[in-house]
């Protein structure tokens, strides 16, 4: 029988980063649970420009 680690592995949830002006799911991205809310300029193709990306979970 193989040995169990003692280390567990950590939580990972998928979140998605949306545009703030069209609404639009742009993005993915895997992040431990718990902390503050994502607010990020990131490129949006819809609108050609960087905007503001909010987190928003599943």
């Not at 991205?29 to 609108?47: A, D, M, N, T, V």
């Amino acid at each position: 029988m193989a040995k169990k680690s003692g280390k567990r592995k950590k939580k990972v949830e998928t979140i998605f980063l949306v545009c703030a002006e069209t609404g639009d799911y742009n993005y993915t991205i895997r992040r431990k649970s718990g902390g503050e809310k994502l607010r990020l300029k990131k490129y949006c193709p819809r609108l050609r420009r960087h905007t503001e990306h909010v987190e928003k979970k599943k």
